[in-house]
């Protein structure tokens, strides 16, 4: 592979061209569309819960004890609220590269000029793969998480993938070249990479990203592509590139609109949006006959405090009933009618999972109750502390 193809000087002029041939992509137009492609395992029926499934080989014979098992107080006022994390994002209104690295006082003076308000600088080059070209960034996802568009930023297996030395290729590469998620790729005379996420970065003729560390491994220059944050349409290109110098290629690409949503009608309701927690676990059990809705109260405490915690956790669960996103593909629901199955809003989230429940058996109570949780988390410690906690709810709100 000639993974030495890269933005060097000599190198990059076929990479510029390209730049310029596609700087109608702007990211304004880009609508960030996701598709990830799960661990191995990860469509399993115990991958809904925060941390990944744990096969136990054997079943504690009796509960955990109850004693340090508390209801949560405030469960019947808490009232529901939706929404994932918030990331503030900056996206770039210009896209620099140049045929070496930028020294840290052009930074300066770029970041000085009117209308900047942020400058950044990551590497970047060019691998083949059976001969055909990728362009790819190679960032650090703490530091480059802000320059993408919001549904990106928030999505967690884009980070986590980048985080594992994996590729996240743009959506339009992946439809114009066919690249598969999951797979991993040789790159010629190179390394192999797997891809882990698509994502619609935005970015005008970059195929891709990954880490810092693997951009190293694969030879990319340091410090060649520089992203400018500012005033939307008044930042000066022509500014920029003469202070980057000879050889530079500066492209507009203004910042990242939110396309309007196609009007969708509102669909009939399963639970609608009571105004409290208990209220919505109890209506949510109607999902599944013969589930308690204290089973429900008792996951929804566990994951995550009743959406107090909504992640995403470690392994890529998301909202307040922890939910996988594969899993929630197949089984996410639009709890409260309006549309749509968000796996962030606790009129969705609930009600989904006393589907996911019911459709392992939750409904006929007993041992097929256990394992049941079970399948939301393989662990039977987890199974004991949630039936445990169901019972002390049973109680503590007995008529």
């Given amino acids: 592979m000639r993974s030495r193809s890269s933005y060097a000087t000599g190198r990059i002029r076929p990479i510029v061209t390209g730049l310029a ?44 004890t109850t004693a340090a098992l508390v209801p949560d107080r405030t469960l019947p006022s808490s009232a529901p609220v939706a929404g994932g994390p918030g990331v503030q994002v900056t996206p770039p209104q210009l896209l620099a590269i140049s045929p070496a690295t930028v ?66 290729a743009d959506s339009g590469t992946i439809k114009r070249l066919g690249v598969r ?31 810092q560390e693997v951009g190293r491994r694969l030879g990319f220059p340091a410090g060649v592509v520089v992203l400018v944050h500012g005033d939307p349409g008044k930042v000066d290109r022509d500014s920029v590139a003469r202070l980057l110098g000879k050889g530079a290629q500066v492209v507009r690409i203004g910042p990242e609109s939110e396309r309007p949503k196609a009007a969708t009608p509102q669909g009939q309701a399963l639970v609608g949006r009571p105004e409290s927690y208990l209220d ?63 796996i962030w809003s606790p009129y969705d989230a609930v009600p989904s999972a006393a589907k996911y429940l019911c459709a392992n058996g939750a409904g006929a109570g007993g041992e097929k109750l256990r394992k049941s949780v079970w399948f939301y988390n393989h662990s039977w410690d987890y199974v004991n502390k949630v039936l445990s906690l169901a019972d002390a709810y049973a109680r503590s709100y007995a008529s």
């Avoid at 700087?23 to 925060?50: K, N, Q």
């Avoid at 991993?184 to 005379?189: E, L, T």
């Fill in 280 to 342: 919505l676990y109890q209506r949510s059990a109607t999902v599944c006959p013969g589930l308690s809705w204290t089973v429900l109260a008792a996951i929804g405490q566990v994951e995550s405090s009743h959406g107090r915690n909504n992640g995403p956790s470690s392994a890529g669960a998301l909202g307040p009933m922890q939910f996988m996103p594969a899993t929630w593909k197949s089984y996410g629901v639009d709890g409260d009618g309006d549309g749509e199955a968000d």
């Fill in 103 to 168: 020294p840290a006082r052009t930074l300066r003076k770029i970041a000085k000029l009117p209308h900047v308000q942020k400058v950044a600088v990551t590497d970047g080059g060019a691998v083949h793969v059976s001969g055909t070209a990728l362009r790819l960034l190679a960032v650090d996802p703490a530091q480059f998480r802000s320059w993408t568009p919001k549904r990106v930023a928030e999505h967690p297996e884009v980070w986590s993938g980048l985080a594992r030395g994996e590729l996240v």
């Fill in 181 to 211: 998620l999951g797979v991993d790729y040789q790159i010629d005379g190179g390394p192999r990479l797997r891809v882990a996420a698509s994502a619609s970065l935005g970015l005008p003729d970059i195929d891709g990203l990954v880490s």
């Fill in 21 to 64: 041939v596609v700087i109608v992509s702007v990211l304004a137009m880009g609508v960030a569309a996701l598709v990830t492609w799960p661990d191995s395992g990860a469509l399993a029926a115990g991958d809904v819960a925060g941390d990944r499934p744990r096969p136990d080989k054997a079943r504690p014979a009796a509960r955990a």
